[in-house]
């Protein structure tokens, strides 16, 4: 028997607005977010603010009060691979780097019951425009494959009134089993296509290819969390296909200024740091500028 108190229905809804709240901003988030990452496979995304009597209900199985769940507000998002997971995990990552949020737990899922998924607890901090408190969302990332398991799991046996046998339950688990070889197949299957997609010009540039073609073009290996930010990056500013992309890193004008760059390197701290963000960086960092008059004048003085 817990020794929380249970709180009123409509103390419960005081309780849960700022998670609410923080849950409405984090869904508008994603729309941008999904907007700049092209080709992002999404099966689906759903929202839920959890319902009294389950809070109540959680509450006394973990004992603890229900304002300390971690789960009052959930999202859910459902990617076609796992070679897409790390992608929406950027989507978090990237905005605690800029404390527009901090992750409060990140998990991969594993359960012996056949449940696998990403789990992140994220907080969106308090500030005039949401809330005067902090608010808790729960990010849930699964493949279509893990989905497909858990679907089936709500329906046949998870939180269900009638009891299961051990041998369908053995038998089920070994579902999860081939549905996750499948899942990795699928991965697989998903890094290949990218490679046909990259030589195509007129597709979409999403991390996978922008990591190619800054292979391709400067022969620098960048990680997946750099690509994505690129990628939103130049989608946002005008840069939609590889083809958009390709042209940018070819740029003659930008190659004169990096040359300069490296040529100073000897003698000028300012340009020896410049040289060192590698060519990837400084085209989108400086090429995305070559035409601004503040540009020239920051080079002359380095």
């Known amino acids: 028997m817990t020794g929380n108190p249970i709180p009123s229905l409509a103390r419960y809804e005081v309780v849960v607005e700022p998670h609410r709240r923080a849950l409405k901003r984090l869904v508008l988030e994603w729309d941008f977010f999904v907007r700049d990452v092209s080709n992002l496979n999404v099966f689906s995304v759903s929202d839920r603010v959890k319902r009294y009597e389950r809070a109540v209900a959680k509450s006394a199985l973990l004992d603890i009060p229900i304002d300390m769940l971690d789960d009052l507000a959930g999202l859910r998002v459902v990617v076609g ?21 901090k992750i409060i737990k990140s998990v991969k899922i594993e359960h012996e019951t056949g449940y696998r998924a990403t789990h992140v607890v994220v907080e969106k901090r308090s500030d005039y425009q949401a809330s005067a408190y902090p608010g808790r969302v729960e990010v849930q990332i699964h493949t279509i494959f893990q989905q497909a398991f858990n679907f089936l799991s709500r329906n046949w046996s998870y939180k269900q009134p009638w009891q299961v046998s051990p041998d369908w339950s053995d038998e089920f688990v ?10 990795h197949k699928a991965h697989a299957l998903h890094l290949r296509q990218a490679d046909f997609q990259v030589a195509t010009d007129e597709s979409a540039l999403t991390p996978y290819s922008y990591q190619a073609i800054v292979k391709s073009e400067f022969g620098e290996d960048i990680a997946v969390d750099d690509a994505v930010d690129a990628c939103r990056m130049y989608v ?7 083809a958009h992309l390709r042209r940018h890193f070819r740029d003659p004008r930008i190659a004169d200024l990096y040359t300069l760059v490296e040529c100073r390197a000897a003698v000028s701290e300012t340009s020896a740091i410049l040289a060192k963000m590698g060519r990837s960086g400084f085209w989108s960092s400086f090429g ?8 020239k004048k920051f080079f002359q003085l380095c």
Do not use: C
């Not at 796992?82 to 989507?91: G, N």
């Not at 070994?174 to 899942?183: G, K, N, V």
């Not at 946002?236 to 590889?242: A, F, V």
């Not at 995305?288 to 540009?295: A, E, M, T, V, Y």
């Open 288 to 295: 995305i500028k070559i035409g601004s008059p503040d540009l």
């Open 174 to 183: 070994e579902l999860s089993r081939l549905l996750t070889a499948i899942d």
């Open 81 to 101: 691979t796992l070679a897409e997971v790390p992608i929406v995990m950027r989507f978090l990552t990237r905005q605690e780097v800029s404390k527009d949020l």
């Open 236 to 242: 946002d500013l005008g840069y939609p296909t590889n």
